[in-house]
């Protein structure tokens, strides 16, 4: 059975979920979404960085604690959730 809202149509039958099921799959798809999201700035970041080296640029960071900038890439760039970091 499936479950249509909108013109969305999901394979589960929504309307048969415990509220605790909905709210686990809730923050499932919350889960994923920062997933996707996250995966889709480091390859934003990748294509920045490629244009930025074709040009002669490197894309870098200055911290206080060092002597001079750090190059960025796809190594060194990474997307963390602001939460973690708390």
């Given at each position: 059975?499936?479950?249509?809202?909108?013109?969305?149509?999901?394979?589960?039958?929504?309307?048969?979920?415990?509220?605790?099921?909905l709210e686990f799959l809730k923050s499932g798809c919350e889960c994923f979404i920062k997933q996707?999201?996250?995966?889709?700035?480091?390859?934003?970041?990748?294509?920045?960085?490629?244009?930025?080296?074709?040009?002669?640029?490197?894309?870098?960071?200055?911290?206080?604690?060092?002597?001079?900038?750090?190059?960025?890439?796809?190594?060194?760039?990474?997307?963390?959730?602001?939460?973690?970091?708390?």
């Amino acid at each position: 059975m499936s479950t249509r809202v909108g013109k969305y149509i999901f394979d589960i039958d929504l309307e048969d979920m415990s509220i605790e099921k909905l709210e686990f799959l809730k923050s499932g798809c919350e889960c994923f979404i920062k997933q996707k999201l996250a995966e889709q700035f480091e390859q934003e970041f990748t294509e920045l960085n490629l244009r930025a080296h074709s040009a002669g640029f490197h894309l870098c960071y200055q911290d206080e604690s060092m002597d001079g900038p750090a190059i960025l890439n796809r190594f060194t760039f990474h997307v963390i959730e602001r939460s973690e970091l708390e």
